[in-house]
């Protein structure tokens, strides 16, 4: 039988979260898996390989919860509204609804790009989390934020506004306490000083991290930075699985694109994870 998909409105503090479940049919659980969505424009841009990913591990028996976080989506509230904090709360509440579903089964937090801080913040406080799933991780939000003020440094050269004054004015206006526009989102003071504070760290209750990345040409590779952090995070305690795979930067292209070898890579993974926990 198909797996099955569920949305549904997950209550939040007072107003409510746009969620899908995806899970077998039948039968128990392999493992629950939440997903915290990449930043901004790139939550959009990974939807679809998302959903799909989503859809490949529950039909292997994985319970799979997608969310979306306050101001983002389809959930509720504007993006000015959110907070680093509200985002932590948001995928505390969907751990704590995958645990009426099945207590007993293992918890990943599953993080594309920029929800790799967020899940390894909300990690750090709940030892059930042993598993992390990482896709194309940012390890700096620091970086992160610089990355998402050039593109509005980009778009004003666009627009005939000239060069600017770069990302240390932007960061000066956010830190007097005035929002900026980026791309169509506005980007709160509190929301971009606390993404300059996060970084993605493990804790060391998690004992299974699958990292995967895409990455051009016929034979991808990790990049330094994400080879020097992989290695980092191997231990007697811990088993790390590490791939780079062939495929399109789906998260910042123009267009939607697909990148079916991570996928592939993301099911044989975690069905070989569950595997070697089962035994």
Known sequence: MPPRAEPFQLAVGG????????APSEGGLRARIVHVPAFAEEMN?????VAEASRRLA???FGVLEIDLLGCGDSAGDFGDATFEA???????????????DADAPLWLWAARGGAPIAARVAHGDPK???????????SGRTHLTQFLRVKLASDVVAGGGAGEGTRALRDTLRAGQAIEVAGYALSPALALALDDAAFTCPEHVTSVVWLEVAAGDAPDLAPPSREAV????????????QAVAGATFWQTVEIEHAPALIDATVSAMTGMAGDAHR
Request: some cysteine; proline content about 6%.
């Open 59 to 61: 039909a292997q028996g």
């Open 15 to 22: 107003s409510e979260r746009l969620c899908i479940w995806r």
């Open 87 to 101: 985002w932590l709360d948001d995928i505390r509440a969907a751990i704590a609804w995958t645990s009426e579903v």
């Open 129 to 139: 989390v042993t598993g992390l799933l990482l896709w194309q991780p940012i390890l």
């Open 45 to 49: 841009k990974c939807r679809p390989m």
């Open 231 to 242: 290695d980092a995070l191997r231990g007697p305690r811990r088993r790390v699985e590490a």
